[in-house]
């Protein structure tokens, strides 16, 4: 669905060919509840800036790693790394990731004809069903909804760059990008400029 839309408690956006700013979060990394709390706190604010502090609110909470962190085993880590790269070039262009422990975050251009929410869906789905496997599990992995933005100018795509890229560091997990498995800056396709 084209232009703004709503699928649950968070606004969506999907431009077409525009470069979109990505966090899903595993289904118990953010609860309902805190969301719920921090959504009437900002009901004063505008859709955009309730949705930009919803945002580092939730950034700031999953960085502390709460929920199982089911994405710090490397079995499932490399399943949503290779579900990220599958149709990098296909159905979209994937220019940064990273996987946290219990997040991840990811930069694309969605390809003509693409929507965004079915580029999410997929990647949620088969990973869901993938990693459910490998751990005896069933139930919810991802949580329903998910933050998009969409890239505004250069400065806006090179600070998002920036963030997936130090993400690791920001949340403690190692002192230097590279040290993370799990990024697009350790597997060498993070593009020089863009």
Not at 5 to 24: M, N
Not at 55 to 76: H, T
Not at 96 to 121: C, G, Y
Not at 138 to 159: A, S
Request: glycine share 6%.
């Amino acid at each position: 669905m084209r232009g703004w839309h709503s699928r649950g408690y968070l606004p969506h956006y999907d431009g077409g060919e525009i470069t979109q700013f990505i966090t899903v979060h595993l289904g118990d990394a953010l609860p309902k509840m805190v969301v719920d709390a921090w959504k009437a706190e900002l009901a004063h604010e505008t859709d955009e800036e309730r949705k930009k502090q919803l945002y580092w609110r939730a950034e700031k909470y999953i960085d502390r790693g709460y929920g199982e962190c089911y994405l710090r085993l490397a079995s499932v880590a490399n399943i949503v790394r290779d579900a990220l790269r599958h149709f990098d070039g296909v159905r979209y262009k994937l220019i940064a990731w990273v996987i946290m422990p219990n997040h991840i975050h990811f930069l694309l251009r969605p390809m003509a004809e693409v929507e965004l929410e079915d580029i999410i869906h997929s990647i949620k789905s088969y990973t869901a069903l993938r990693a459910n496997r490998i751990l005896g599990r069933t139930g919810k992995f991802w949580q329903e909804e998910y933050f998009d933005r969409y890239i505004r100018d250069l400065d806006h795509f090179e600070n998002v760059v920036s963030y997936i890229e130090w993400n690791p560091v920001k949340a403690g997990l190692c002192t230097k990008p590279e040290d993370w498995p799990f990024s697009s800056r350790t597997a060498g396709t993070l593009p020089a400029s863009h």
